[in-house]
């Protein structure tokens, strides 16, 4: 089964919305996961908008990047520059994929809103 890890910065927001998304559109398909470089607690403002769609991450963690499933995935996505230039070295036989999507933390919910949007289309293009 392949394998996707979704980074950001704290695994609070962007990261936590696109893990849900492939969750809901991949099924059983593809092993996914999201991480961040920090853990700053999955933000309640994401929940919040994924709920709008039908989708709970309100029991999903704030997760630091693990280093086994990290060497193991064949698709990594970077969420912002912060996790795209901190996160460890990506193996050359992985595929990795840059997103570069605002931060919705400390904005309205209707950023988040646009936010996730965003997000939902990326991960509705994905081609695994």
């Given at each position: 089964?392949?394998k996707?890890y ?7 927001c962007?990261s ?5 998304f ?6 059983n ?9 920090e853990?700053?607690?999955v933000?309640?403002?994401a929940i ?5 769609v039908?989708i709970?991450?309100?029991d999903?963690?704030?997760d630091?990047?693990e280093m086994?499933?990290f060497?193991?995935?064949d698709?990594?996505?970077t969420?912002?520059?912060d996790?795209?230039d ?18 919705p933390?400390g904005?309205s919910l209707?950023e988040f809103r646009?936010v996730?949007d965003e997000?939902y289309?990326k991960v509705?293009?994905?081609d695994?």
């Amino acid at each position: 089964m392949k394998k996707i890890y979704f980074l950001c910065t704290g695994n609070s927001c962007r990261s936590q919305m696109a893990e849900g998304f492939a969750k809901k559109l991949l099924k059983n398909t593809v092993q996914i996961r999201s991480a961040g470089i920090e853990q700053h607690g999955v933000n309640p403002d994401a929940i919040k908008v994924m709920a709008e769609v039908g989708i709970d991450i309100s029991d999903h963690t704030s997760d630091l990047i693990e280093m086994d499933y990290f060497n193991a995935c064949d698709l990594i996505i970077t969420l912002c520059g912060d996790a795209r230039d901190k996160c460890p070295v990506i193996p050359k036989t992985t595929q990795h994929e840059h997103w570069a999507i605002k931060d919705p933390a400390g904005h309205s919910l209707e950023e988040f809103r646009l936010v996730r949007d965003e997000i939902y289309k990326k991960v509705k293009t994905l081609d695994l």
